[in-house]
């Protein structure tokens, strides 16, 4: 079994944790609504928080001067140009006499009509700088978020990783994550514009209605409001439906471009393009068919609440008439009204994109949630210095979704790994090997029993500092896209250039890394792409000696490699397992003659221990995989 990776590189600074009431929370009930994503969103929102204050600000004037400044003016200066000066406000008549005169309309009109121009620049500057800083606002929450979603994905256990497909949760933290930030953008926009700018326009309705005995039109007109309520409502339903089944498919198609970009090989050699490409074509019309019925209920919103609000207008245009309403105060109720009409819209919108979004928020909430498996201990003991010995105490282990009738991975293991031994499990597939080899580092725990270290139980050391002690060379070692250099020095990060060469050296790596173009410098391609398998093989040992920890974990290193390659990663080996406490899971028994004690593993139980020659003479299982090694 080859190791799991981990996702990312240790090559890159450390992402920030998530914050810990994030981590911490069970995942709470969705049905909870908007509170809930509030609550998992606030941590993230907090670097934005100046952004958004000032796009607040500039979005209160946008909605002030839009809401009330056009339609007051409309209705306080205009009717005095077309004769109608009674209509006019007092107030401005009498200024306008006291600054130009009696003869002051002239002069009003040039200043009204430099007036409005101004109105709408102040407008604009304010739109303008409300649109840049709630972007601003976005961005910095969705790096924020992405900070916290990757850096919980770098803390979750394997167990993780085994329930959930790797594009899958690139998915999530690229597509889903910029899901939510266009909703925090337009919410950040219009849910700070949209309502003031309703309240200014109402206001400035109710206003003109009592000044001008109206209130009967505006009445009639108002009542449309609440009604755009009931087509609001049908659509989010639709659309949240709707969304989280393309969040669901657009995970799974992420998976599968993943999963057939990696495996060229394989499907070129058994000519698998046709299959490969239907279920591409097939995943892609799922998700136009979600995608389409969303945009359908979506496309009925506006055009409902327009008609609704023409119906309610023309009503109380109707009455207005019949009482007597004059031409200035027409206009500028007709222009609050249509403010008015337009954030009941806009807010409807700002409902479904909500709901649109919700199936990334759920996405996302899974990994944020997602329960610690392995949880560090509140108070961790020291990890023991030296070379301590590793004891197996009655450990079963039986994995997630593994059923109860169906046999334990390990089951009640009593071994001590005493310092400096060399120890090889052998045994057939599925036996229990990699099982046993993964508890060590505490990848997993056990179900029954426990594993210490020193004495000491596994889960009462901080896992990092664990980890620390342990070199692992696994069966396929992932090689990131960095420079040779940089893929050995994982092995310790702040290890100088001559420590990496050293390493190199005993590795058997040094001699082909100076022939490459660049040197250690030169980039290995994604998953070390530009080298051979014997070639990964060595600087993942290299790695090892670096880091020069006292427990090494091999995960049979050259079952897939040539005769040459094998010899040569076989003489690094000799030269890491020395003076070191060795657990290496052997497929070839010319990696045994390494070993001084073998483990048999048989259904998840250790049914022999003992030495090479010893095993040979007396254990069934261990002399039938011998003579068959042999035979081949």
């Not at 600000?57 to 140009?81: D, Q």
């Not at 989280?244 to 799974?252: D, F, K, L, P, T």
């Not at 994604?526 to 014997?534: N, P």
């Not at 040992?541 to 920890?549: E, N, V």
């Amino acid at each position: 079994m080859a190791f799991a990776p981990g996702v990312g590189s240790p090559r890159f600074a450390r992402a920030r944790r998530p914050p810990a009431n994030v981590v911490a929370r069970r995942r709470p009930d969705v049905s909870s609504g908007q509170r809930q994503w509030f609550r998992l969103l606030k941590p993230f929102l907090r670097p934005a928080l100046w952004p958004m204050v000032g796009g607040f600000v500039t979005g209160l004037f946008y909605a002030a001067l839009s809401g009330a400044g056009m339609p007051v003016m409309m209705k306080t200066v205009m009717p005095i140009f077309f004769g109608e000066e009674q209509d006019a406000s007092p107030y401005v008549v009498s200024t306008a006499k006291l600054l130009f005169g009696d003869d002051y309309v002239g002069k009003l009109l040039l200043v009204a009509c430099l007036g409005m121009p101004l109105i709408m620049l102040l407008r604009g500057v304010c739109a303008v700088f409300n649109r840049y800083l709630v972007n601003l606002a976005g961005f910095l929450f969705l790096d924020e978020l992405r900070r916290a979603v990757f850096a919980r994905l770098q803390d979750l256990p394997l167990a993780f990783y085994q329930r959930h497909k790797t594009g899958d949760l690139a998915s999530r933290l690229v597509n889903d994550a910029a899901q939510l930030r266009l909703l925090v953008t337009s919410l950040s926009t219009d849910l700070v514009t949209q309502p003031c700018l309703l309240v200014f326009a109402v206001g400035c309705i109710i206003y003109l209605s009592i000044t001008n005995q109206s209130a009967l039109f505006t009445l009639i007109a108002l009542t449309s409001v609440p009604i755009c309520v009931i087509p609001i409502q049908t659509v989010t339903r639709r659309v949240l439906r709707r969304s989280r089944a393309v969040a669901h498919q657009s995970g799974e198609l992420a998976a599968e471009i993943t999963e057939s970009i990696q495996s060229p090989l394989e499907i070129q050699a058994y000519n698998l393009q046709a299959p490969q490409r239907e279920r591409f074509a097939e995943r892609l019309r799922s998700i136009l068919r979600l995608s389409m019925k969303a945009v359908k209920y979506s496309s009925f919103l506006s055009p409902t609440i327009e008609f609704v609000a023409a119906t309610g207008f023309m009503v109380g245009l109707y009455f207005g008439v019949q009482k007597g309403i004059d031409i200035g105060t027409f206009s500028a109720l007709g222009l609050a009204l249509y403010m008015a009409y337009e954030p009941v819209k806009r807010i409807g919108a700002i409902q479904t994109a909500i709901k649109s979004t919700q199936g990334s928020y759920e996405r996302l909430e899974e990994i944020l949630t997602a329960e610690d498996t392995l949880p560090n201990p509140a108070a961790p003991r020291t990890v023991p210095p030296g070379h301590p010995e590793i004891a197996f105490e009655n450990v079963s282990f039986r994995y997630d979704g593994q059923a109860e009738e169906a046999m334990p991975a390990l089951r009640e293991a009593n071994v001590v790994l005493r310092p400096g031994d060399t120890v090889a499990l052998v045994g057939p597939s599925g036996a229990g090997k990699s099982t046993f080899s993964l508890l060590i580092p505490r990848f997993f725990d056990p179900t029954q029993g426990r594993v210490t270290y020193g004495g000491i139980d596994l889960r009462e050391l901080d896992k990092a500092a664990l980890r620390d002690r342990i070199a692992i060379v696994p069966q396929s070692p992932v090689l990131f896209n960095a420079s040779v250099a940089d893929n050995i020095r994982m092995g310790r990060p702040d290890a100088p250039d001559e420590a990496v060469q050293e390493a190199a050296r005993k590795a058997f790596v040094h001699d082909f890394v100076v022939s490459l173009p660049d040197g250690y410098n030169t980039l290995v391609g994604e998953r070390g792409a530009s080298l051979s398998g014997g070639q990964r093989q060595r600087v993942a040992i290299a790695r090892a000696f670096l880091k020069d920890a006292p427990v090494l974990v091999l995960d049979e290193a050259t079952s897939a490699l040539d005769a040459e390659s094998e010899a040569m990663v076989q003489e690094a080996l000799r030269k890491l397992v020395e003076g070191r406490t060795t657990v290496m899971i052997a497929h070839r028994f010319s990696s045994i003659s390494m070993a001084r004690r073998v483990l048999v593993f048989d259904q998840g139980r250790i049914t022999g221990d003992g030495s090479p020659d010893h095993l040979a003479r007396t254990h069934p299982i261990y002399q039938r995989m011998h003579q068959l090694q042999q035979l081949a």
